[in-house]
């Protein structure tokens, strides 16, 4: 292990440490604006310089690793100097409008002038030019405020290898985008957002929604409900400084209510509704693959997280069988509302209007495709991002923090700690293994406090295998039989999983993936900057939730039970499959 | 086969020959299609293949068509923000077609110094069309180009894969002139260099 000084101080780190990690060991946070933990260093903002003795220039710290001997200082007047002057360039470039900019309350590149005592732009030089790229339901992007970090690229790129961003031009014509410079709706997109979340400025942010719901609050002929995605409870205080991993589902409610919601329901009930119809449907291939020797498309991938289902629409368009018909919770949830809900209060689908808030722009883009109108109209009027909740409450001066804790209303808004897991990578098939084990040997699964340790935790690809034991005789035939299961997160990852099973090295019978690394908690729409620390935090939240339920198997919620029973059927019934399922498409990759 | 810096200096490469298909006519756009689909399928697994391949589907097509950098986006598994990303990067790459015959004068900083300017002007004049243009008989496509390596020849041009050292404002001219009769000349034997 390598033996320097880093202002002084003797720090020995492992060999190949960063001059910038290596001084965070020691409490030396060397500023940044591209550098992003475990994904990318590539030197390219240039503000976290650093003198180096007996080096002629500054060295950039993110990309230099340690030496033995090596003497660093990095606040000396030639680092301090530095760093201000690629601030004060890279301001002269930004076509900022810092006011009314969407980045106003966290935007690191003014946060970083005002830290380094930037007090004016002395160079009076060209703006990026770019124009607004809004062609896309998710996101809009900026190039005039972009500042070249390519934090978007990598993620866009390496974490989800989609490759929809990439530097395009040369020079100080260099624009980061599509191809050719195009918007965003001409190349394969799927509208995961991650490059909004990683965005130091407000070069990408989502669309935002939050005028179009005030209208519909205001409008009294309209009856506006709201649904709330299972990880925005983990990380919603965020946006209020409370700590990540504070669970705020409570006090969310109420702010609901004060917002004049006319009901506050929870997305958790369609993810056990989720749990149902999908475990169903596993059982149903299960039984085609297992006792009638049919062919069936096996494993199964689970469908809850639009922007997955877009990447196998663009990039597996061949596999397109193996997906799940289920329709999302958010998109189950809005066409049950605007029927099952509707008809209990004796409203037409077209007076109810459908908020949702999610972690994801993708459920912005979903909410929106045109065969998600099984109600008669739009199913889900408006998808609105964590981001976007914090700011209307905001908006509406309520103090989140001194909200009383309610609970959300009643038909379509209760549920168990199933439902609570969707948010983390690895709980949809937890969720879905504590029932359809229920369904097929009569026992509870049988694992400490219901949790599949395998599928825990923020790995990128997990595996699991359970062998059925004492199967009831309706299911006698999966006697013996070890499912196979596998989860991914990120698109990335879930890339090197199919192309395994696709290859035959991997077989499975259930697959669950999830868009963003580490599933919902750490989804595009959630509160900035999402880090492996805040989504290990968010996590934690989440499966604190799920152990202070009294219940939690989906098959217990009552509300699920209710449903089948007044209004449902059975579960793949022909309700079932006009209101809670649905069909993909092939699309053109370029 | 190798394609380490040099090998690709012309406008073609050395492993793939021009199009047949004179670009006098139109170009028969499925045909060109159909080899770049067997550079493709050699060129697929190689680390490193999206240049090598973009150049030699410049040979065959003369440029690079929207329909080429497709297949290739597909063929070579890269997105095609980033096959686009590269082909704007380079000065070389060109999505709209050009002349039979390609000049590029150096803007480097010998040629600049030593007159660089003056012969692109004059090219400029005689051909009566701008840098990134391509006159109306397609004949010519004017290009600058930065630093070609030949500093010592400065300052340099090139026509086609020819290099010519120390060009004379004056002399442009000729020097154009025997590119024009070369074209009516050996129309029917002489490999397009787009």
Redesign the interface.
Known sequence: MPKLTIDGCPVEVPEGTSILKAARTIGVAIPTLCQMENVHAIGACRVCVVEVEGARSLAASCVMPVAEGMKIHTQTQRVREARKAVVELLLSEHDGDCQVCDRNDDCELQALANKLNVKIVPYPGVRTSGGIDDSTPGLVRDSGKCIKCRRCVSVC?QVQE?????????GFKTVI????GADLDK??CVQCGQCAAVCPVGAITEKSNIEEVWAALDDKSKTVVVQVAPAVRASLGECFGMAPGTLVTGKMVAALRRLKFDAVFDTNFTADLTIIEEGHELLHRLTTAVKDKGEVALPQFTSCSPGWIRYMEYFYPEMLPYLSTCKSPQQMFGALAKTYWAAKVGKKAEDIFVVSVMPCHAKKSESGRPEMTDSGVRDVDVALTTRELGRMIKQAGIDFERMPEESMDSLMGASTGAADIFANTGGVMEAALRTVWEVVTGRELPFLNLHVPPLMGLEGIKHAEVTIAGAVPAWSFLEGVTVKVAVASGLGNARKLVEKIKSGEASYHFVEIMTCPGGCIGGGGQPRTTTNEIRQKRLEAIYREDEGKKLRKSHENPEVAQIYAEFLGVPLGEKSHHLLHTEYAARA?? | MGWRGGEHRGNRTMTEPACKCNCQQDVDEAKCLKRLDVVIREYRDKPGALIPVLQMAQGIFGYLPESAL?KI??GLD????????V???YSFFS?VPRGKNLIRVCLGTACYVRGGMQVLEAIRKNLGIDVGQTTPDRQFSLEVARCFGACGLAPAITINDDVHQRVKSAKVHEIINSYRKKSKSTVAKKKVKA
């Open positions: 790129g989609v490759g929809a961003l990439f530097p395009q031009f040369r985008g599509p191809a050719f190349v394969a990759r370029v | 497709k986006s597909l890269k997105s095609y923000s980033e096959v686009a990303g082909v704007g990067f999505t």
